[in-house]
């Protein structure tokens, strides 16, 4: 395990550059240290947009792809044409690795992803530490009424007013299809919410 990987302060605030930092640093142990630590949330948010996701052929897009792993989850889901997206090269190099991706590139922080996608998932990204809580309306924004939005909330992002409001304030502008709190990480204890909103 890298040093960087569980450290305390992996969920609290930090800028763009210092979050490009960590999942540098982190690359190349990622997968054995959240394997390792029980990483459940991509299967459970993978299963829930399997059960409501009127066509699962429709490209998908993996926003925060990092290594992969959420790209997996969505494929053993049944999800047959997966693109891919991540602020952090090292992490984009594993995902290509992956053979998962139909599409795959190199976002830098803040920037939109293209419209056109019926759903988009952000798997343990928009939370306290990586994506800021503003990224939930930037993704909302792209998506055609009826497209999907699935996330994840880990305990630290739940405890956060920031992203809770950001979470209240996509109500005018979605209708929240799933939400379920369940395990995150069970190695450290920890859980998270999965959401899947459908654009109004
Ligand atoms: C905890 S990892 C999750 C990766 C993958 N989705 C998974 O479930 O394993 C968070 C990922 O979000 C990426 N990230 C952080 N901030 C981001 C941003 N603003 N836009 C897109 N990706 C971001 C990081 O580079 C990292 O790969």
Redesign the pocket.
Known sequence: MSKGSFDPKLWTTRS?EE??A??TD??KT??AD?TGAG?Q??ARLAGALAGISPDKTAPIL??????????K?LSDAGFTTIDG????PE??EKAAASGLYRDLWH?????APPAGYTTI???????L????AD?LHTLLGRLDPGGLLAF?YNDATLADESYMTALEATGPHATRRFEEYGPHLTGKDMGSTVYILEKT
């Open positions: 763009p979050t490009l960590l999942y982190w690359a990622y997968d959240v990483y949330t991509p993996d926003f925060g792809c990092g290594t992969g792993l959420s790209g989850a997206t991540d602020i952090t992490m984009l976002s830098a922080p803040g920037e998932a952000a798997i343990g990204v928009v939370s530490g990586a994506a800021p990224t994840s």
